[in-house]
């Protein structure tokens, strides 16, 4: 059975940080591609961020560029999204979510359940 946690969610100030964390299990997290994805209410989910396997290549939406990182612990079979320079408008639910690759594409399979961000002006 597959489980993702996401966790690390929560009010901040605009301009402030968070960091999420994702931990995965039931699945062989090493050899999978990650994701991040959001969304805010009335609006389609987002694909911010992809991080392959091993970690050594990544995809920002332009959305977040310059302002989130994503990265992953495979001993921990953790993903992780550093989150500054935070906006009002990146308030939303933040899922994680396993490629069908290892790479980085379009396609997940599995979906944590994901943390609620909210940003205040």
């Known amino acids: 059975q597959v489980q993702l946690v996401e966790s690390g969610g929560g009010l901040v100030q605009a301009g402030g940080s968070l960091r999420l964390s994702c931990a995965a299990s039931?699945?062989?997290?090493?050899?999978?591609?990650m994701g991040w994805f959001r969304q805010a209410p009335g609006k389609e989910r987002e694909r911010l961020a992809a991080?392959?396997?091993?970690?050594?290549?990544?995809y920002y939406a332009d959305s977040v560029k310059g302002r989130f990182t994503i990265s992953r612990d495979n001993a921990k079979n953790t993903v992780y999204l550093q989150m500054n320079s935070l906006k009002p408008e990146d308030t939303a639910v933040y899922y994680c979510?396993?490629?069908?690759?290892?790479?980085?594409?379009?396609?997940?399979?599995?979906w944590g359940q994901g943390t609620h961000v909210t940003v205040s002006s």
């Open positions: 039931g699945v062989a997290f090493s050899t999978y591609g």
């Open positions: 991080v392959n396997w091993s970690g050594g290549s990544t």
């Open positions: 979510a396993v490629s069908t690759y290892a790479g980085i594409n379009r396609d997940y399979k599995y």
